[in-house]
């Protein structure tokens, strides 16, 4: 390996990324762009849930307990009187997202302490939004019903979702936005100097194939490391996303993880032919890699097969990592194995590029 | 040094059942200009493939600027020069980060790369335009540039694949300038043409037919061999001999 190659050649590669002004964009513009608008939409804060209320106990205490409903800001009461017989019809016309029937005596048999019932009747045709509104209305009305003390904990986890959400969701989103960067150009790097011919020029050059792909490696993984720091500052800045723990913990991990995702991406470019190849290639395993990290879907809700996958996944471990060190606050010796497994993983996929890489055709 | 620059016996190709290069044997000496003629689909390209170690061969053996292509490759690459059929220097950077490039990647040092770039560049009358993005030169221009850098590590043997495709005849007359003054300073060239005329300027040449060479000397011997006047003629007897049924 000579230095001076790998350096001429990562000049030339940064040379063109900068030159190239679809890259730039591509580089500079989108995940900002991604992240801000992403770390927007991911939120499950549903808004005001239009509620229907059938109140058949008209008592102060069912009424206090409607006035805690609007009072919490997540509910409007649309509607007061509905025979039980249209509650069904009233869901399927969308007049309301939730019917709640608090049934006569209700008060009598709280001030009793007697186990009673109020029926609530959700539009599940979203199971995540009906999930929600289920939460947030129990929540109030087991405080009304003067419920245990042990739910109240549950009630304050569950009260301020959004916010919650979004500490939990951005730090993932930067990942992925990392990921699906830094995986595209690599592996389109190698791919269109193959139809550009310039790599058969290459091919004839003295250039081993270790000095290759280590300077088709640093300049994508610097550009990579930019965008992830810039994507967190961004995190800390405009969405103020906790850091429990020691961000230096993160930079490492960081730099480790996207030594696995670059790799992924040059091997990908190393066994194609085209950019469209690699494209296709490089799609398909993103897709599994971010539908399989936990980042949308948790992991405990995945068949065992599935969840054996999942930890086959760089991407899982790494969102796993970062939410770990930023909000619960993890040091180096909880997430330290996960960083030499990603290390071990980096140098098994860049070892695999190398050795795929062919200085002869066929 | 009296070893020959190219020597090959019996180099053959084959893909699956197709034999793109059928058992050639050649040899070109140091300092030869040596013509490599074919129709399209002959196998001129394939055969120097397997010469710069870009395509292993299937049999035989090549050996060339002193090294075996197939057990040494590497160092088959350190000592010739290649110019491909495609342009392929980099359109995005500019003449001297082209040049740059390939001299730190040959070796050169700092002030080698410097004094040659000016040589090179002067030979060609490009020293003004050597901040100029390769995309933006006239197709003339980057053809002789390629050819400039394939020389800028001063290689035993350069292999031009068609160097003059597609280029005007006052650049492809200048060009062959270009490839006596290479020869005259020592480096063997091996060239391929489709370019009749182009063969004359050759010191040897063969003619490729369905893989094989059907015939090979100076221009006046392969005249002789086939018994007509011109180049023109004996490609059009040799290649028709063969399409014929």
């Not at chain 1, 762009?33 to 770390?39: F, G, K, R, S, W």
């Amino acid at each position: 390996m000579k230095l001076r190659t790998i350096g001429a050649l990562m000049r030339k590669e940064v040379l063109q990324v900068f030159r190239d002004p679809p890259t730039l964009v591509q580089v500079l513009a989108i995940p900002l762009i991604q992240l801000v608008v992403l770390a927007n939409a991911a939120t499950f804060d549903t808004g005001a849930t239009r509620l229907l209320v059938r109140d058949d106990d008209r008592t102060p205490a069912s009424a206090a307990m409607v006035a805690e409903l609007v009072g919490s800001g997540e509910f409007t009461v649309v509607g007061t009187a509905v025979a039980p017989a249209h509650i069904e019809a009233v869901l399927r016309r969308r007049e309301a997202a939730a019917v709640l029937q608090i049934p006569a005596g209700f008060a009598a048999a709280v001030a009793r302490g007697e186990p009673t019932a109020v029926q609530l009747q959700i539009n599940a045709e979203e199971g995540a939004v009906a999930g929600l509104i289920q939460q947030a209305a129990l929540a109030i009305v087991e405080r009304q019903a003067g419920a245990p003390s042990t739910l109240e904990v549950r009630q304050q986890g569950w009260f301020n979702p959004t916010r919650r959400y979004k500490d939990w969701m951005v730090p993932g989103i930067l990942v992925s936005l990392t990921t699906i960067i830094g995986l595209l150009l690599t592996a389109q790097s190698i791919t269109r100097e193959k139809e550009l011919g310039t790599l058969e020029q290459l091919n004839v050059t003295p250039v081993t194939k270790g000095e290759f792909i280590t300077a088709k490696l640093l300049p994508f993984w610097g550009i990579a490391m930019g965008i992830f720091t810039v994507g967190l500052i961004v995190s800390k800045v405009v969405f103020a996303i906790p850091t429990v723990g020691a961000v230096p913990i993160v930079f490492l991990a960081a730099m480790v993880y996207l030594s696995v995702a670059l790799g992924i991406g040059l091997w990908i470019s190393t066994v194609t032919q085209t950019q469209q190849q690699a494209m296709f290639v490089a799609f398909f395993v993103l897709l599994i890699f971010l539908l399989m990290s936990g980042l949308f879907t948790p992991l405990e809700a995945m068949p065992d097969w599935a969840q054996a996958v999942a930890h086959a996944n760089p991407v899982m471990h790494f969102v796993g990592l970062m939410r770990a060190v930023l909000v619960r606050g993890a040091g180096l010796a909880e997430v330290g194995p996960t960083i030499v497994g990603l290390g071990i993983a980096g140098a098994a996929v860049l070892g695999l590029a190398v050795m795929q890489t062919r200085k002869t055709l066929e | 040094m009296t070893t020959p620059a190219i020597e090959t016996t019996n180099l053959t190709r084959r893909f699956g059942d197709f034999v793109a290069v059928d058992a050639i044997t050649l040899s070109v000496a140091r300092g030869e200009v040596f013509g490599f003629l074919g129709a399209n689909g002959a196998g001129k390209t394939t055969a120097i493939r397997m010469l710069i170690g870009l395509l292993a061969p299937s049999d035989g053996e090549a050996t060339v600027a002193g090294a075996n292509v197939r057990t040494d490759p590497a160092t088959v690459r350190r000592r010739i020069g290649y110019m491909s059929q495609r342009f392929s220097l980099y359109d995005d950077l500019t003449v001297r980060e082209n040049v740059e490039l390939y001299g730190t990647i040959y070796g050169l040092s700092r002030a080698e790369i410097r004094s040659r770039m000016t040589e090179l560049l002067e030979r060609i009358q490009l020293t003004a335009s050597r901040d100029t993005l390769v995309r933006q030169l006239p197709l003339g221009w980057k053809q002789q540039l390629a050819l400039m850098v394939a020389l800028l590590h001063r290689p035993e043997v350069v292999f031009l694949d068609e160097p003059t495709g597609g280029v005007d005849p006052i650049t492809r007359r200048r060009f062959w300038e270009l490839i006596y003054a290479t020869a005259a300073e020592g480096t063997t060239v091996l060239v391929t043409t489709h370019y009749l005329d182009e063969a004359e300027y050759c010191d040897r040449l063969s003619i490729m037919v369905d893989g094989r060479i059907a015939a090979m000397g100076t221009p006046a011997e392969v005249r002789a061999q086939v018994g007509v006047s011109t180049l023109d003629e004996v490609f059009l007897t040799l290649t028709r001999a063969v399409a014929a049924p």
